[in-house]
């Protein structure tokens, strides 16, 4: 499978004769990564599908709003993470989770057959989803897909001081779980 730079698809997607071409290549180009920023958001392999077909809807009907200020792959992962943060709120998850709530994520995590992680993951995982969404979001695309802060800023709107700021809380918040439970 040929891999594609940012400006062949966007020269592609500008033609209307080539549009289809260009987002079938977009979607097997990005899913993967967006499928993995999504799934630390929302945690189940079935809802993080449902959130990332989503995307790539709403994406394609947005196409011709994508002003090329910046680039496609923050574009897609701003949908990404907007999406996966609305499914989370309607699904009324609140910002802070009781303890029988994390118990409860790291029980459907390890019986997930997707996740492939171990209990330490999944406690982690559950570390994570008792941030606030901002902090979580931060904390994922810092940890998990090592961003700068300028690119966490292109996606989330936010300047980079305060992202910074939300990284080190998130850890600190992350380790005292940690701490707690041992």
Known sequence: MENYDERQIMSLLAKPESQRKAFEIVVR???????????RIVLIHDDANDVLQNVFIKAWCHL???RNDSKLSTWLYR???NESLDY??????EVSVNPEERQEIVNRLM??????GDEIAAQLQAAIAMLPEVQRAV????YYENMKYSEISKILG????ALKASYHIAVRKISDYFKSHD
Do not use: C, H, M, P
């Not at 989370?88 to 998850?93: C, D, T």
């Not at 019986?111 to 492939?116: E, G, N, T």
């Not at 936010?158 to 001081?161: D, I, K, L, N």
């Open 79 to 81: 949908i990404a993470i």
């Open 111 to 116: 019986a997930d057959k997707y996740f492939d």
């Open 139 to 142: 904390f994922n695309l810092r």
């Open 88 to 93: 989370v709120r309607r699904k009324k998850k």
């Open 158 to 161: 936010a300047t980079e001081g």
């Open 29 to 39: 180009q990005y899913s993967e990564q967006l499928y993995w920023q999504v799934r």
């Open 64 to 66: 011709d709003t994508f």
